[in-house]
């Protein structure tokens, strides 16, 4: 990853002994690691006349950070002179932080300063963000509500199943937002899924949603309900809307969601099939949809295994804000496990969910297929299907669209003999048309 350094030297005169003050730095756009160390000649030795050495502490720097905004991440004192800081993890007495551009601080405490003044030397190193594959599961349950499993095992469940983030999303309660999972290597985003008799929604990455109770009675009590929590933060997304049982009965058509979950579950049951018929006529009408997938876990079992589907992001780090854009943007597609199949597909820079100019030539690479697999390209204008051969896991595809309105893809296999194929992954399209920003945002 690219890395900037810059240095600093702060000399700290004997009349500042017992003072606090900052140091200011600018932090610039797109750092996912901030590491900052520190150097002082705290120790001095001494040679004696007799020949024997003394080493007596002259100097005592104490160190702590102010981000962006002047607001306090934390505090070493002099107990360390290095510390690191991530929006998941941060050292020991420091806050993990969204690392934001802008004019940061560090505090210095001036606690014993030789006679002559003392030199400290900051090193500031910035590791830049780098978009990168994540594995993860947007909708699982835990003891929060009716799952199985506390937070901390269920995460640890899905950190030993290989995802790299997931979404809890408990029925009507958020209280687990505020418990800590504390478990290495996984990224645990709050969430909610508001549970109605009418239909369910996954409220993602914001810890209170909302001030008062879930509770609502009328189409425009829950219009206001959804409203509230988009409006503090919240990604809404629209839970197996075509399911049998909970499925979203208020009209689609009257609520402003961010993404439908088109595949709840392990295997792709009809009411998946069905969303994912709806999903491609709204495509058809010019709509931009993101799409999600989740398992819906509650406990472990075959039907409904944590990460199956797994929904794999294209994100710029693995802190929540920017798995969150990623599935925003559309940056993804969902696979029946973790083990894939997997995709990447771009069209003159632009990847899965953004907007390709016109005509551009569009690259697709596919990874851990197995014999019979079937790939689907399937755009505005029809869809066309390739059949691997037995033995192919990888397979490379060029297309050049020049008069359709997006490309999205599928894989579909037969998992038993018994059963016809079903997809095995679905991807968001990649769109062409006219772009208004760098970042492939459709002009309106």
Request: charged share 25%; glycine share 10%.
């Amino acid at each position: 990853m690219k890395q900037d350094i810059i240095t600093m030297e702060r000399f700290i005169g004997k009349e500042e002994e017992g003072i606090y003050f900052t140091l200011p730095f600018e932090v610039p756009k797109d750092v996912e690691r901030l590491d900052i160390a520190y150097y002082y000649p705290r120790f001095l030795s001494e040679q004696r006349e007799d020949g024997s050495t003394v080493t007596r502490e002259e100097n005592i720097i104490d160190f702590g950070l102010c981000s962006a905004g002047e607001n306090y991440i934390g505090s070493s004192g002099s107990d360390r002179n290095s510390i690191t800081i991530t929006a998941v993890k941060s050292s020991q007495g420091f806050a993990p932080a969204d690392i934001k551009p802008g004019r940061w601080n560090i505090i210095i405490g001036a606690y014993k300063v030789q006679e002559d003044g003392v030199a400290v030397v900051y090193r500031i190193t910035f590791t830049m963000k780098e978009r990168r594959l994540l594995k993860g599961d947007t909708h699982i349950h835990t003891l929060g509500s009716d799952g199985s499993l506390s937070l901390k095992d269920a995460a640890w469940l899905g950190r030993q199943r290989g995802l790299d983030y997931i979404i809890v999303t408990d029925h009507n309660n958020y209280a687990q937002n505020f418990q800590e999972a504390g478990v290495e290597g996984i990224t645990v985003i709050p969430g909610m899924e508001w549970t109605h008799y009418k239909g369910h929604a996954g409220i993602l990455g914001v810890k209170k949603p909302f001030e008062n109770a879930f509770c609502v009675n009328s189409l425009k009590e829950a219009r206001n309900k959804l409203a509230e929590a988009k409006a503090n933060g919240a990604f809404l997304v629209l839970n197996h809307p075509f399911c049998p049982n909970c499925g979203w009965k208020w009209g689609m058509e009257h609520f402003d969601y961010d993404a439908v979950e088109v595949w709840n579950g392990s295997l792709f049951a009809s009411s998946n099939l069905a969303c994912l018929e709806w999903w491609h006529k709204q495509l058809l009408t010019g709509k931009k949809i993101p799409v999600v997938g989740g398992s819906d876990f509650h406990r472990p079992d075959f039907a409904g295994m944590i990460g199956s589907p797994c929904t794999c992001v294209y994100a710029m780090s693995c802190s929540p804000e920017d798995i969150l854009n990623a599935l925003r943007n559309g940056n993804c597609y969902i696979t029946v496990s973790v083990q894939g199949p997997d995709i990447y597909a771009e069209a003159g820079g632009r990847i899965m969910g953004e907007t390709a100019l016109p005509g551009s030539e569009l690259h697709a690479g596919f990874r851990n297929l197995k014999g019979c697999d079937i790939i689907r390209l399937i755009t505005d204008c029809g869809t066309e299907d390739i059949v691997c051969e037995n033995g192919i896991q990888e397979w490379e595809i060029s297309r050049r669209y020049e008069k359709h309105a997006f490309c999205r893809f599928e894989i579909w296999r037969k998992l038993t003999p018994e059963l016809p194929p079903m997809p095995v992954l679905l991807s968001n399209p990649i769109y062409f048309g006219f772009s208004d920003s760098a970042s492939g945002t459709p002009s309106a």
